[in-house]
């Protein structure tokens, strides 16, 4: 029997060339501004809520991140006040809590300046500058190693 579907050619993109849509112009001038870090417990091991068998007293902890988003400045040099506010959360179970506020704020430096354009047009390597994967001393931290993923 006959496939009634031609088979279709797959081409092999050059990195840059690559078929996803491009930011709009209101996205790249969307660019990052500022973070903020909130080290985030909730006392659960005084009445063992959330224990199990491995977490025998856990305080339900989390790092609560804001990553705010400013347009970009006019021809006199000033910004528009922020209008975008992304929000991430890293649980944990209390004392973890600070290796993942310290990564937090590492990988944050690298945020600043980044624009929701560069974002969408190219997550990949604004994920390997996010992470430090160049970077000869966190990369050893992960991102498959768990501190940084």
């Known amino acids: 029997m006959e496939n009634p579907r031609p088979a279709k050619s797959c081409k092999v993109h050059e990195p840059g060339e690559l078929d996803f849509p491009r930011a709009s112009a209101a996205m790249r001038a969307m660019i990052v501004s500022d973070t903020k870090l909130r080290d985030v417990r909730f006392h659960t091991s005084a009445d063992l809520s959330g224990s199990d068998a491995r977490s025998k007293d ?67 390597a604004v994920w390997r500058r996010i992470v430090g994967a160049d970077d000869g001393q966190l990369v050893w931290l992960g991102p498959e190693k768990g501190v940084v993923h």
């Open 58 to 124: 856990p305080e339900y902890s989390c790092v609560y991140a804001e990553v705010q988003f400013a347009r970009v400045a006019d021809p006199a040099g000033r910004w528009d006040s922020c209008e975008v506010v992304g929000v991430g959360i890293s649980f944990s179970l209390g004392r973890g809590n600070e290796l993942l506020l310290q990564a937090a704020n590492l990988l944050s430096r690298a945020l600043c300046g980044i624009s929701l354009g560069e974002v969408a047009d190219n997550f990949g």
